[in-house]
Structure formats: structure tokens, C-alpha cells
């Protein structure tokens, strides 16, 4: 319990260190952006070096740890998720929002530990908003102590959802069946462009449902652990448990949410990671 605290703090401050960098720079208009895997899959340079930075801090604070890292993995490092401490990176979750300074991006670091979360942070520096968890300790937003909604019917639910980062026609076409299928029923849809930004807002109350297609373990790392630790659930979009490594996920305000969502979506499975 003693390291988890240590290796909380040090997390946080290289998170704080890290929101003001990319604060600093999302209103530039002369960010240096590549692509990666298809035309609106964006990295900048500011991505590459949140991560170096959280990578270097930690990994000389923890020798011995793991680390999944979004650009690392995109330059050819292995994803594999092991039973040692490993912390997964998302530096810049909401790229495509960085570049067209949309405030809505932040950092997703989470540390897992015998292939569970330990410990969540999600940090928008935009809007000062940084979303925290334990395991076993609750969920907080600046420090104040959230929960979900508690809403259990999709009737009543404002449901995020998002279009994500690939052109796949197949994809498009399930994306958009969904919304038909979908708006008619629920109070409403949105979409923040952040995967962890769309978590934490179901961890506060915010929204009642998030689920997405296409997704990587980084995008949701964080946001699976501060969504349960705020009484929410994260599953499978078809039901039954999550598997981080499907490119899948479906966090709801409760199981009962959980599920109507899960029985009404067509379905879709991207290649595993
Ligand atoms: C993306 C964002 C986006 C989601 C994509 C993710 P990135 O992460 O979370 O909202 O739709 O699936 O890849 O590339 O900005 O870190």
C-alpha cells in the first residue's frame, strides 16, 4: 500500500508537469503534425514528448516497472500486458482536439498491476479538470469525491459516443446505424473526441454511457478505473466482462444501463491489439 502512494505521487506530479505543455501549446497554430495509421490518426511533437517525459520520470523513479506507451507502440514497440507493474500512456488522449485546439484533450496514465488497475489519472489542463482514482479509495475530480449518475435506463441517458480516428467504410456504416438506432431512444448523443474524456464524464455524473469501437488499451487504462471506483461498470459492448487488448469498450452508470445499451448495438470488432 506504501508504494501505491509513492507511485501515485510521483504520477501526479509528472501529470501536473506535463498539463502545463500541452496547455502551453494547444492554441498554437504551428504544431508540427504527422499521421500514423491512416489520414486523421494524428501525432505531434508534443505527443511524443509527454510521453518521453512521463516514461523517463517513472521509469528512473521505478526501474523495474512496464510501460505501454501510444507512440511507443506506434513506432513498433510490443503491447503486451504481463502481470508486472506496468503504466499505460495515453500522452495526448484527443489529438485530433489538440490540433484544432478544442479544449477537450488530456493525459490518461494508468498503472496496472497483475493485469489490474491500481491507479487512474486522466488530466484535461484546458479546463483544470484532473480525474484521479485508487483502487479501493473512490474517484475524484479535483480533489472532490465523484460518483455516476445512478441512471438505469436508457430512456433516460445521455450517451457518449465517437467517430473515432480510422475511415473504414464498415465502420462508418455501424457507427452511424448505432445513431439511428439509438437517438430515437436516449435523451441524447455526444461526442468529446477523447476516449478518456468521455469516461470521466460518466465517472462525475456528467453523461451516463460511453462505448466505442476501435479504441486502443491506453485510451481507456485510466478511465476504466475511475469510472468503477465511481460505482459505474465497464464491460464488453455485447455484455460480459472487458477485454482490454479487443480495441472494445462499454462503461455505463450501472449494469442495468449497461446492458440495455449493450442488447440494442450492432456490433463491431476491430483486429486485437
Ligand atoms: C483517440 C481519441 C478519440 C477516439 C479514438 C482514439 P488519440 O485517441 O480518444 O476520441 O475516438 O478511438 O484513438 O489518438 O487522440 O490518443
Not at 506535463?18 to 489520414?39: D, H, P, Y
Amino acid at each position: 500500500a506504501n508504494n501505491l502512494e509513492t507511485f501515485y505521487d510521483t504520477a501526479y506530479n509528472l501529470t501536473l508537469k506535463c498539463g502545463k505543455l500541452i496547455k502551453s501549446r494547444t492554441s498554437s497554430r504551428t504544431k508540427k503534425v504527422e499521421t500514423k495509421s491512416g489520414a486523421i490518426d494524428f501525432v505531434t511533437e508534443t505527443d511524443q514528448e509527454v510521453e518521453e517525459i512521463l516514461i523517463q520520470g517513472l521509469s528512473s523513479a521505478f526501474p523495474d516497472h512496464k510501460f505501454i506507451g501510444e507512440e511507443g507502440v506506434s513506432q513498433g514497440k510490443q503491447c503486451e500486458l504481463t502481470d508486472a507493474p506496468t503504466w499505460i500512456i495515453d500522452p495526448v488522449d484527443g489529438t485530433m482536439n489538440f490540433v484544432h485546439s478544442f479544449p477537450h484533450s488530456c493525459i490518461s496514465l494508468a498503472l496496472f498491476v497483475e493485469k489490474v488497475p491500481a491507479i487512474g489519472i486522466i488530466y484535461n489542463p484546458m479546463l483544470d479538470q484532473l480525474f484521479t482514482a485508487r483502487k479501493g479509495h473512490g474517484a475524484f475530480l479535483n480533489g472532490e469525491k465523484i460518483t455516476v449518475s445512478g441512471i438505469n435506463s436508457l430512456t433516460d441517458a445521455l450517451i457518449m459516443m465517437e467517430f473515432g480516428t480510422s475511415r473504414d467504410p464498415e465502420k462508418r456504416t455501424i457507427i452511424l446505424e448505432n445513431q439511428q438506432k439509438l437517438m430515437p431512444q436516449v435523451h441524447g448523443l455526444r461526442a468529446l473526441g477523447s476516449a478518456a474524456l468521455n469516461m470521466a464524464m460518466v465517472a462525475c455524473g456528467a453523461a451516463d454511457a460511453y462505448f466505442e469501437y476501435g479504441i486502443h488499451i491506453w485510451d481507456i487504462a485510466a478511465g476504466e478505473l475511475i469510472v468503477t471506483e465511481a460505482g459505474g461498470v465497464c464491460i464488453d459492448p455485447a455484455g460480459g466482462e472487458v477485454d482490454r487488448l479487443s480495441r472494445r469498450v462499454l462503461v455505463a452508470s450501472s449494469q442495468e444501463l449497461a446492458n440495455q445499451l449493450a442488447k440494442e448495438l450492432v456490433q463491431f470488432y476491430p483486429e486485437r491489439d
